[in-house]
């Protein structure tokens, strides 16, 4: 008992001094991220502890999420650059800088405020014009990634020349504070004009459809501008639109510029793996997911199409309580539909939204243009691409995977030596059955109890690679219940008083729901093991109607353990490359 004892205080002595050099690695790495490159920082850290390396990396992951999502949460403080304001302009602690002059330009009154710095109405002398100045206040205390961020903002909208995006005029620096000045729009923005409620269809559309062109010209030159909202959308007193607030744009490869690439030598790396760019209730599913490299023009085209959604509905296609709920939801779920919450919209134009929204990116709209294509057929009322649909899209989308499906990466090993639990559990069972015992006990312990310690050990396994996602609790909420249906044949035999192993087929039958729900969460491809399953049933139904040897028990485990263990490699071979 002493020893025992011992044995446990040791053990917890041991938790607890990992847990602190956890804690004093993370606390580190953190502090230190905010002056020096993440991505170096974390392969340091994790090269100078390879035992913490699946905690270090989830953990960190996780921090710069909570980081992100709070930024986030600033990001639309009264965003109106241009826009007629309405009531006071908020103030800051700091000294206000209208009234003092950067370069040739007089700063006359701030009109816009939000998480990428502060547009002012300025004059501008030389030319005796009215424009707008954006810059970050105290630039001497603002974080390098802030500095830079204004000004690949200034470069990538300078590079832009299209009618309905607002034209750069000057890129200028001030005593080491970076500035940019552009045209001043008298107007409001579309966030405010969706304050008073929903638009009609066809002025919706209209509006929209020069903003779709803009960033389709974006698109063209180049430049990805992965923060669409309306508040981004400035609409002047003659009621035209203009797209504003390059902060977040990205710069990537053209067709007829091959030699650029992204991260060349005009694009500031200002972004990391994981990092989430937009803003919650406007972004795409791989934006919400920190996916940085899988964000590429359909990323805008979902934009387009929830900022559409907003302005059919008066309220954007997913909003929670929160910034982190909203993003859980991007992520998840489906939107609502329109011609709930807006009868008046028919269902042409609202399957067009739907197709900007879809959360694969090969099922969306391939470029702005295809879906300015598909607006203006609308107001021509000519038929829609969105509607149609041919026998392979239906194929692929049915086998395509899931945003969800990187977690499978947790569970690739682990579903390995679950194969191989169920297939020794099968061979066991048959070794019985063979041997003649009708005694229900021994089954019940082999299943019941043998299958709930291996539950409770997978379980306990998986919770140690990591926080546990929701998608992840209902799978093992499926394969749990799948689990208890199992076990449950037994009493159902004893109630009907049939011979043990009489409804054994069935299993075939759970197993089958269980891949098929996976299919629905996860991946296409587990189809295959669902029909595989479904199969099985009914051959093990045959074989134990011809009666002896009977091996139909054997096959269950080796068709259900074969469905568990390659795709377990698959992604067991995935999680090594990362």
């Given at each position: 008992m002493t020893s025992r004892t011992e044995n446990s205080r040791d053990e917890h002595d041991d938790v607890r001094v990992r847990d602190e050099r956890l804690a004093e690695v993370l606390d580190r790495l953190i502090n230190d991220s905010q002056r020096f490159s993440s991505a170096e920082l974390l392969d340091q850290a994790v090269r100078d502890n390879p035992d913490l390396e699946a905690d270090i990396r989830e953990l960190y992951a996780t921090a710069m999420i909570a980081a992100d999502v709070a930024m986030l949460q600033s990001d639309e403080l009264s965003h109106i650059m241009g826009a007629e304001t309405h009531g006071a302009v908020a103030t800051t602690a700091s000294p206000s800088p209208v009234g003092t002059k950067i370069g040739e330009y007089e700063l006359r009154e701030e009109i816009g405020r939000g998480g990428m710095g502060v547009v002012y109405r300025a004059y501008q002398q030389s030319l005796d014009r009215t424009v707008a100045l954006k810059m970050i206040p105290n630039a001497a205390f603002a974080a390098s990634q802030e500095l830079a961020r204004l000004r690949a903002e200034a470069l990538a909208a300078a590079r832009l020349s299209h009618p309905n995006i607002v034209p750069v005029y000057e890129v200028g620096e001030h005593d080491g504070q970076p500035w940019f000045s552009m045209q001043f729009v008298k107007g409001t923005t579309l966030s405010m004009r969706l304050a008073d409620g929903p638009m009609a269809a066809e002025d919706a559309v209209r509006l929209l459809l020069p903003v779709v062109g803009a960033i389709d010209s974006a698109h063209r030159g180049g430049v990805l501008h992965r923060d669409l909202k309306p508040s981004n959308v400035l609409i002047s007193r003659a009621g035209e639109p203009f797209v504003t607030d390059f902060g977040l744009a990205k710069r990537v490869p053209t067709p007829d510029d091959s030699l650029v690439i992204a991260g060349g030598s005009d694009e500031v790396n200002l972004t990391q793996s994981g990092a989430i760019l937009g803003t919650p209730s406007w972004m795409s599913p791989e934006q919400a997911a920190g996916q940085t490299d899988a964000i590429d023009v359909?990323?805008?085209?979902?934009?387009?199409?929830?900022?559409?959604?907003?302005?059919?509905?008066?309220?954007?296609?997913?909003?929670?309580?929160?910034?982190?709920?909203?993003?859980?939801?991007?992520?998840?779920?489906?939107?609502?539909?329109?011609?709930?919450?807006?009868?008046?919209?028919?269902?042409?134009?609202?399957?067009?939204?739907?197709?900007?929204?879809?959360?694969?990116?090969?099922?969306?709209?391939?470029?702005?243009?295809?879906?300015?294509?598909?607006?203006?057929?609308?107001l021509n009322k000519a038929p829609v691409s969105a509607r149609r649909s041919t026998i392979m899209n239906v194929i692929s989308r049915l086998f395509r995977e899931s945003h969800h499906v990187t977690i499978l990466r947790n569970w690739g090993l682990l579903w390995m030596l679950h194969s191989m639990v169920l297939l020794v559990l099968c061979l066991l069972t048959n070794a019985c059955q063979i041997a003649g015992v009708t005694s229900r006990l021994p089954y019940v312990g082999l299943w019941v109890i043998g299958l709930g310690l291996w539950a409770a050990v997978f379980w306990n396994l998986r919770s140690r690679s990591g926080p546990i996602t929701s998608i992840e609790r209902q799978i093992a909420h499926v394969w749990g219940g799948s689990m208890v249906a199992s076990s449950m044949l037994f009493a159902v035999e004893s109630v009907m008083n049939e011979p043990v192993l009489t409804f054994s087929p069935i299993l075939g039958c759970i197993a089958g729901i269980v891949f098929l729900a996976k299919a629905g969460m996860l991946s296409g491809r587990f189809y295959v093991q669902a029909v595989a399953l479904f199969a099985t049933s009914i051959v093990m139904a045959a074989m134990q109607r011809q009666g002896t040897p009977n091996f139909s028990i054997s096959l269950f485990g080796v068709v259900s353990g074969l469905a568990f263990f390659v795709p377990g490699l698959k992604y067991y071979r995935q999680q090594k490359q990362t």
């Open positions: 359909t990323s805008d085209v979902y934009s387009l199409g929830a900022v559409l959604f907003a302005m059919l509905t008066g309220r954007p296609p997913f909003q929670g309580a929160s910034p982190f709920d909203t993003l859980l939801m991007v992520m998840e779920q489906d939107p609502p539909a329109i011609r709930v919450l807006n009868s008046k919209v028919d269902t042409d134009l609202e399957m067009v939204v739907l197709k900007c929204l879809q959360k694969p990116r090969d099922l969306r709209y391939s470029s702005a243009s295809e879906l300015a294509d598909d607006l203006t057929a609308w």
